[in-house]
């Protein structure tokens, strides 16, 4: 077995990045040539000080680590090093990939990876169009990675096991600081049917400055990224901007023009994303996903693609008068004309049947 120590000692010095540390691996093969090179070699990778070089020529690993790597072993985490077979080849691509990952669960099983992310603060219809989106992505057995973040990232993870599919977590603090700490049972379902990752130490804390360097792995070990609801100023764009950055694709849900949640990812629509609708949608832009022998027929009159149920008369013409953005039941017994109270048990009927959602505040809204 390879020995984690070195990887983990030259990532700590101080003064050695992603980058630099990218660059002393590939010169010199492992972290063990680099505590074991001369001065004048390390000197003449770029980047590297004068002063750099002799710290690194007598430096030692601090006591952490191994307490660190005790851990590790006691807990069932695994460290992958940029070096093993089991290390996301996409990722080893970008810029500046992680020397190494923390794992949670089984990341040998991930194949074809696509990233779904975007709002913390999301609505019905993003939650329930990324449920959508990634159960049928995940049912292709597409890999869904997003950040376990509260809103778009739980649904993307929670979608992809509602099939029994993979699913992936990036985190932005270690694999011993679950965060958000109501995400705890969350953590280990994807354990089970994935992996938790993260290139944090297992104790480090969700700092701020950690979110947009998590971004880059959860669009750097992906094909493509998909953004379901996001502002002007959302965090999702950073990673939409670093999955372009990267040569990846990316990919927009288009939401409502009245809504400020989906100015985002409108913004990314012009700018050249593809919109989403469909799974297929997504999968068609890479050969290498093969495309469901048998689709949805396509209903263009109602939001989320497929045909409606089968449904009583009276139903069916509540059923038509909802779409996928919450209606309040007064609004909608002036649109259908029909009595609240004779409304209000053909949604129940609805919601019993699966078929329509009811958000706080007695609003109503299609389920998808």
């Not at 696509?114 to 989106?133: C, H, P």
């Not at 973040?149 to 739980?154: E, F, L, M, P």
């Not at 939401?255 to 994303?273: E, R, V």
Request: hydrophobic letters at 40%; aromatic letters at 6%.
């Amino acid at each position: 077995m390879e020995n984690i120590l070195p990887w983990l000692a030259l990532k700590s010095v101080p003064g050695i990045g992603n980058l630099l540390f990218k660059r002393l691996v590939e010169r010199f093969s492992t972290p063990e040539s680099v505590f074991q090179a001369k001065q004048s070699d390390l000197s003449q990778v770029d980047g590297m000080t004068q002063r750099l070089a002799d710290t690194i020529r007598r430096y030692r690993a601090p006591d952490w680590i191994h307490a660190e790597l005790d851990l590790a072993d006691r807990k069932g985490y695994r460290i992958i090093t940029f070096s093993d077979a089991d290390y996301p080849a996409l990722l080893r691509e970008i810029p500046d990939p992680p020397p190494y990952l923390y794992a949670c669960g089984d990341i040998r099983r991930p194949s074809h990876c696509i990233a779904m992310v975007g709002s913390r603060n999301a609505t019905d219809y993003g939650v329930q169009t990324t449920l959508r989106l990634s159960r049928d992505l995940a049912a292709q057995g597409i890999t869904v990675v997003s950040g376990m973040a509260r809103g778009i990232d739980t649904a993307a993870h929670r979608g992809a096991l509602a099939c029994q599919g993979m699913t992936v977590a990036v985190l932005g603090s270690g694999l011993e600081r679950i965060y958000p700490a109501e995400n705890r049972k969350l953590f280990h379902e994807i354990a089970r049917h994935g992996a938790v990752i993260s290139e944090f130490p297992l104790h480090a804390e969700p700092e701020a400055h950690h979110f947009p360097m998590r971004n880059r792995i959860i669009s750097g070990m992906s094909l493509g990224t998909v953004i379901v609801e996001a502002t002007r100023r959302s965090g999702s764009l950073i990673t939409a901007r670093l999955a372009a950055e990267q040569n990846r694709e990316v990919f927009a849900v288009p939401g409502s023009i009245n809504s400020f949640k989906s100015t985002g990812t409108h913004t990314l629509i012009k700018q050249g994303a593809k919109l989403v609708e469909h799974a297929r949608d997504v999968m068609e832009e890479f050969p290498q996903f093969s495309m469901p022998a048998e689709r949805a027929k396509i209903d263009p009159g109602k939001p989320g693609g497929v045909s409606p149920p089968t449904l009583p008369d009276l139903e069916q013409e509540v059923y038509e008068a909802l779409d996928c953005y919450p209606m309040h039941i007064d609004a909608l017994a002036v649109k259908t004309g029909m009595a609240a109270g004779k409304l209000a048990g053909i949604l129940l009927n609805l919601e019993l049947k699966g078929v329509v959602l009811h958000s706080p505040g007695n609003m109503f809204s299609l389920k998808h």
